[in-house]
């Protein structure tokens, strides 16, 4: 009887931190595993349970609620990131969400991610949502339509032949993760498309040799001290990419962003989110001209 009772509270010390911790997985390692294991992608929330509203409205209208504890862990692995202020996390877990940060960066509190079991990044939302669970499950539904997407896309990558065939498709692949805000994860497609295309008979060469000239620009300007060069600079790109007004959009805007922040000129800067607004109203880059032109006077 002894023997049976010191079992039964072996077995219930190795289950009652699972009851805690509920259905989130914290070790990203596990949530991979689990994941293979499973076939089912993992479903990540970066929070800051401490000290986030948002965060804290998502758990209670979200996370805490007996659908979501119901159906989430049947379609998905939970892999909780907390960032909190107060509660003292172990250096290992907190060494491991540092680095999961810096790869997946986000630009907020709090975050969704749907990855694949090898850590592959399909979709992003970030910000509080209204709806309750309802339509917390469409928004990752909708995730996992770009991972079906872009799953597609790479196959046709993997079965394209070297030369055009290969550089289209990688042109596709990026500029669909590009439109999705996922191509940093893609980073290597740009220049692999330059030799790909290295006869530019499809008209990708010329393109991706002038973004990726910009994505220099963008890596160093803000180090440098000369920023009327990084302006003129950015003004020599904005012509070479008279052909792409996709590309020329964002080279414009970010020549409107050095005007504002780095030379104080509102006045420029105006006429150039002007410009990136009218290449493209609807696109995120056009919004987002027009919301800071909302703040300009």
Same mark, same amino acid.
């Given at each position: ?12 010390? +190795? ?22 294991? +499973?076939?089912?992608?993992?479903? *990540?929330?970066?929070?800051? +349970? ?6 804290? #409205?998502?758990?209670?209208? *979200? ?24 509660? *003292? ?21 709090? &975050?969704?991610?749907?990855?694949d079991s090898q850590g592959l990044l399909y979709g992003q939302y970030t910000g509080y949502l209204a709806g309750g669970t309802k339509a917390f499950f469409q928004m990752v539904e909708g995730m996992d339509g770009q991972k079906k997407v872009l799953t597609a896309l790479s196959d046709t990558l993997k079965k394209s032949a070297a030369g055009v065939d290969r550089a289209k498709a990688q042109d596709a692949l990026f500029r669909q993760a590009e439109a999705w805000g996922l191509s940093a994860q ?7 498309? *330059? ?11 010329? #393109? ?13 300007? &803000? ?30 805007? &970010? #020549? ?20 990136? #607004? ?6 995120? &880059?056009?919004?987002? +001209? ?8």
């Amino acid at each position: 009887m002894v023997r049976l009772l010191f079992s039964f509270l072996i077995l219930l010390g +190795s289950v009652l931190p699972l009851l805690a911790e509920g259905p989130w997985i914290e070790d990203f390692e596990a949530a991979k595993k689990a994941s293979a294991a +499973s076939g089912k992608p993992i479903l *990540v929330d970066i929070t800051g +349970s401490d000290w986030c509203p948002p965060c804290q #409205r998502m758990e209670a209208e *979200v996370f805490s609620r007996p659908d979501f504890l119901k159906d989430a862990p049947a379609k998905y692995v939970l892999l909780r990131l907390d960032y909190p202020r107060k509660i *003292v996390q172990s250096e290992k877990l907190r060494v491991q969400n540092q680095k999961l940060a810096e790869k997946y960066p986000f630009e907020g509190y709090p &975050t969704y991610m749907l990855l694949d079991s090898q850590g592959l990044l399909y979709g992003q939302y970030t910000g509080y949502l209204a709806g309750g669970t309802k339509a917390f499950f469409q928004m990752v539904e909708g995730m996992d339509g770009q991972k079906k997407v872009l799953t597609a896309l790479s196959d046709t990558l993997k079965k394209s032949a070297a030369g055009v065939d290969r550089a289209k498709a990688q042109d596709a692949l990026f500029r669909q993760a590009e439109a999705w805000g996922l191509s940093a994860q893609y980073g290597d497609l740009p220049l692999k498309i *330059v030799q790909e295309d290295k006869d530019n008979k499809a008209g990708l060469k010329a #393109r991706y040799l002038v973004f990726n000239a910009y994505l220099r620009l963008l890596s160093t300007w &803000t180090e440098g001290s000369d920023f009327q060069k990084a302006v003129t600079d950015l003004d020599k790109l904005s012509a070479q990419a008279q052909s792409w007004p996709d590309l020329k959009q964002r080279i414009v805007f &970010t #020549r409107g962003m050095v005007w504002w922040n780095a030379l104080n000129d509102e006045q420029k800067a105006k006429a150039s989110l002007q410009e990136a #607004r009218a290449l493209g109203p609807e696109t995120p &880059t056009g919004l987002r +001209s027009a919301e800071l032109l909302d703040q300009l006077p």
